[in-house]
Structure formats: structure tokens, C-alpha cells
């Protein structure tokens, strides 16, 4: 179970003063966002250190593989083993904030060597998946969508949707058949577990583990930042590429400045 704070639960999901922020690009964070990115052992990033988003915004953390989401909470977590799903969360009324692990992108090169040459194919073989769950992939890109490991067959490839928010209920597909089973998502429950432990007891030495773990699953290749690879700016994953070298020193500031620096 993910651990979720939460302040006391009520929809105030629409576009209003409170929330504006997650729909500008240059708004700063508030002071209740940037105590909760504190928690998590980040300070506030300045613009041109994010990846601005629907509803949110996206910062990459290039020293550990980890990718934080900050929603509007009128987006859907959506919840499936071919979904990649966040290590923690923290709650708000308006908003949450996900810890997420970076994978594999799949670029044209992977697609062509698993999936054949017409990124179709790769479209139909993850709604095929999602739709037994009564899911669709309706923003279909090839920056939305990962590639992990499958732990049950060796050297075999999975892929798995990057972006929630290009998922969407259909009810329409829903069948009886069974989920799926895939697990590859499990090789990320250590760092998934530091992490609850960090912030739910609110303790500095249990973050500079989880950033510890999470250079170490880096370092392995179990955690991939794919951003770093990229050299065409113009892209989405270009641009997360420079978010992320702009946001890095400042996170190293302040993790040393708070003795949580790995």
C-alpha cells in the first residue's frame, strides 16, 4: 500500500485561485507545495528547471533516476501492472506530488526491435493490455511509453505507459478476462519502501538512504534517465533533458546544505 498523506478530503478539483499555479508555466510554487517537495528532500525548482505539464508539472532528478509529477488532483492515477506507477505520494486537496522511477523511453530504435517498424503495433499491444481493465491509450507517443523487464521470461522487453494522462477509462473495452500479471514493477518496492519511511517519520537520515538506494539502482541500470541520452532539444524529452541539468545543482546545494547528499 502507498502511503498517501492527506489533508481533509474534499473535490476542489476545478481551475481556481488556490490551484492556478499547476496550469502556468512561470507561476512559482506555493509555500505548502515547496514544503512538501522539503519533505521529499528537493527544494522548490525555479522556472526552467521543471517540464511544465497537463494540469502540472515535471521535474527530473539526473543524479538518481527519479522523475517527480506534481498533478492537479482532477488527473486519474490510474492503477496497472502495464502503467508505471509511483514510488510515493503525497496527498493534497488540490494537488499531489509523486516519486517516480525513471525507465527506459522507447525510441524508434527500440520500437523497430521490439514491436516492428510502425509505432501502431506498439499502440495496439499496450491497448490490448488496458482494455481487459476497461483502459485505453489515447495520447499514444512514443516519449509516453517505457520498456522494463520482464522478471518472468529472461531478456524479454514489456512495455509500459510513462504518462497517466494519456490513459483514459473506456468502458466500452472492459472484458472478464484476467489482469495482467506482469511484475516488473516490483524491483522498484526497496526504494519504493525507503522512501515511505523517509517521509512518513519525517527523518533526514532515512531520506539520504532512499537517495543512496536510488544512485545505487542508477548506477546498476535499474533506474534509467533516459533524458540524458537525449540530444535534440526540440523534443519533450529534450527538454526534460535541460529541466534536468538546471535543476541538479540546486539539489545538490540543498541536499548537501541539509546533510541528506548521498
Known amino acids: 500500500m502507498r502511503l498517501q498523506i492527506t489533508h481533509n478530503a474534499y473535490n476542489l478539483h476545478m481551475y481556481n485561485e488556490e490551484n492556478k499555479w499547476l496550469w502556468s508555466e512561470t507561476d512559482p510554487f506555493p509555500e505548502d507545495a515547496t514544503q512538501d517537495l522539503n519533505a521529499l528532500g528537493l527544494p522548490a525548482p525555479k522556472f526552467g528547471s521543471y517540464l511544465p505539464g497537463y494540469q502540472g508539472r515535471l ?35 488540490l494537488y499531489r506530488i509523486e516519486v517516480c522511477p525513471a525507465i527506459e523511453v522507447i525510441s524508434r530504435t527500440l520500437l523497430k526491435e521490439n514491436f516492428g517498424a510502425c ?24 516519449e509516453n511509453c517505457g520498456l522494463l523487464p520482464d522478471p518472468d521470461q ?27 500479471a506482469f511484475s516488473g514493477q516490483a524491483v522498484f518496492k526497496p526504494l519504493s519502501n525507503a522512501f515511505h519511511s523517509a517521509v512518513e517519520f519525517k527523518d533526514d537520515e532515512k531520506l539520504k538512504f532512499a537517495y543512496q538506494l536510488a544512485r545505487q539502482m542508477k548506477e546498476k541500470g535499474t533506474l534509467i534517465s533516459s533524458w ?17 541539468r538546471a535543476y541538479a545543482p540546486n539539489v545538490r546545494n540543498y541536499q548537501k546544505n541539509r546533510s541528506i547528499l548521498p
Open 59 to 93: 521535474m527530473f532528478l539526473d543524479d538518481y533516476g527519479l522523475v517527480i509529477r506534481v498533478e492537479s488532483q482532477s488527473t486519474i492515477a490510474h492503477n496497472h501492472p502495464h502503467i508505471l506507477q509511483p514510488l510515493c505520494t503525497i496527498n493534497r486537496p
Open 154 to 180: 529472461d531478456g524479454k522487453l514489456k512495455p509500459v505507459v510513462l504518462d497517466r494522462n494519456a490513459v483514459r477509462k473506456n468502458d466500452r473495452y472492459k472484458t472478464s478476462a484476467p489482469p495482467s
Open 119 to 142: 509505432s501502431y503495433h506498439l499502440q495496439n499491444v499496450l491497448n490490448d493490455l488496458l482494455k481487459h481493465q476497461g483502459m485505453e491509450l489515447w495520447d499514444f507517443q512514443l
Open 228 to 244: 540524458q541520452k537525449v540530444t535534440l532539444p526540440a523534443c519533450k524529452t529534450g527538454k526534460a533533458a535541460v529541466a534536468g
